[in-house]
């Protein structure tokens, strides 16, 4: 199929209405929809976008804005309108009655890039579970989007039933796929738990896609994942076995990108994949400190990764793609605010026996228990050299004391004694 000559809405709400959007501006956004966009295969023809207070409820944008990209639409000969935004049912099929062509919103546009990636059976019924969940309450009504899904346009009646018959299929499809996955999950919870008697690690690879996850895996496992300069490009996790230098054997998985704002119901879909991560002993954080929006990616992974439970882990930071750096100093800054952490290029292999180093550490703290520490507010030296060598598990900060849970190693008990809490 030849790429559908796409138009692009990007719309940036006052920041109270996007959750944690507000340090992205318009024009980021603007550009992830693109790369998104050109993942999925589509082919770029014209941009649009606004920002607003709020949406409108019946059509998300305003008349105006709306005629603006029919009349794009119309021009460039558009095929498709992607939102930037989860678009309501309703919405959709009202946007969709303007512009003429059909229309997407973000979420469908990851479930369809989702779909082209996915090749193992479980990330197949996966992501056709996510779509028909997706499709099912869209499944209503008349015009553009019921011609797309094979119903007839115009007489009511007929289109009716045959959208009662649509829906039929669809939930009894889910069923069958659900069972499925069920089925499907049990497989791979027992291959978990005979990696959790042979007592090896897991260490697994979390991060905001193109974040260089797979390429690190290859190369510290010799695995050949793909690897690749789009997004989304592992679905389907591996699995592969490393001998630290030390001596160590842990087991490394590779797991599915984050991304910002990534919509609730596509994070429980890929539940089964990420359990990959709950189930790891150690999260390996992969960031790409060349990206212009670094910092916004750490926190969008950080925000998954605490919708999931999991920011109590263990986590070791790993600043990637230090040789597109003209300056490590830049990194420096970096470096220690996500300690403990290391600065790596997963493509030259710079940086790998720092990795190694905080890996063993890490692997050797897991062996200790973790104790409760309430430490006035201004013994800065003790706190950074808690975070530096030990491991924070949890923090909260009260009235001039932080109140932590960490393994602490043996040249730091001495020190932390006094301020042992139960
Ligand atoms: N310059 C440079 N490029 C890198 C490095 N690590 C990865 N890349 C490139 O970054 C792109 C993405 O790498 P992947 O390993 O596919 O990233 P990923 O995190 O697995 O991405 P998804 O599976 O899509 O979530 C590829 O083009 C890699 O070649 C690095 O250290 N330096
Ligand atoms: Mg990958």
């Avoid at 550009?31 to 709020?54: C, D, F, I, Y």
């Avoid at 496992?221 to 997004?231: D, M």
């Avoid at 797991?255 to 910002?260: A, D, P």
């Avoid at 030259?348 to 309430?374: K, N, S, Y």
């Amino acid at each position: 199929m030849a790429a559908e000559r796409t138009i692009l809405v990007t719309v940036q709400l006052d920041p109270r209405f996007s959750k944690g959007g507000a340090r992205w501006s318009l024009e980021d956004e603007a550009g992830e929809l693109k790369e998104l966009t050109m993942s999925s295969g589509g082919r770029v023809v014209g941009e649009v976008t606004a920002q607003r207070h709020e949406p409108v409820a019946g059509t998300f944008l305003g008349t105006g804005k709306l005629e603006e990209i029919a009349q794009m639409v119309a021009q460039l000969q558009g095929q498709v309108v992607i939102f930037n935004q989860e678009l309501s049912p309703a919405q959709q099929r009202n946007i969709e009655e303007i512009v003429r062509v059909k229309t997407i919103d973000r979420t469908q546009l990851i479930l369809d890039i989702f779909a082209q990636r996915a090749k193992s059976q479980e990330g197949k019924v996966q992501v056709e579970l996510a779509q028909l969940r997706y499709l099912m309450p869209r499944l209503v009504g008349k015009g553009v989007m019921l011609s797309r899904l094979g119903g007839g346009i115009g007489t009511r009646g007929p289109g009716e039933q045959k959208l009662e018959v649509d829906r039929r299929r669809v939930r009894t499809r889910i069923a069958r796929l659900d069972e499925e996955l069920d089925k499907l999950g049990r497989r791979r919870e027992a291959t978990r738990s005979h990696r959790k008697e042979t007592q090896v690690p897991v260490a697994a690879l979390v991060g905001y896609t193109n974040a260089g996850k797979t390429t690190l895996l290859n190369r510290l496992t010799g695995a050949s994942g793909t690897a690749q300069n789009q997004l989304f490009t592992t679905l389907d996790p591996l699995a592969r076995r490393l001998r630290l230098p030390s001596g160590e054997t842990i087991i490394v998985t590779d797991t599915v990108g984050f991304l910002h704002h990534l919509p609730h119901h596509l994070i429980e879909a890929f539940q089964a994949t990420l359990e990959e991560a709950r189930d790891a002993d150690l999260l390996l954080h992969v960031l790409d400190v060349s990206h212009p929006l670094a910092v916004e990616h750490a926190r969008a992974v950080e925000e998954v990764l605490a919708t999931l439970k999991l920011q109590e882990k263990p986590i070791i930071t790993i600043l990637n793609k230090c040789d597109r750096l003209s300056d490590l100093q830049s990194v420096a800054s970096l470096e220690h605010a996500y300690a403990p952490s290391a600065v790596i290029s997963a493509k030259t292999g710079q940086g790998m026996e720092q990795l190694f180093a905080q890996l063993t550490r890490q692997l050797d703290l897991l062996l200790i228990e973790p104790v409760q520490l309430r430490v006035p507010s201004e013994s800065s030296e003790l706190l950074a050299a808690i975070y530096q060598s030990g491991q924070v598990l949890k923090r909260d900060d009260v009235e001039g004391m932080v109140e932590l849970t960490a393994r602490i190693p043996a040249k730091l008990r001495a020190a932390t004694l006094p301020y042992l809490h139960s």
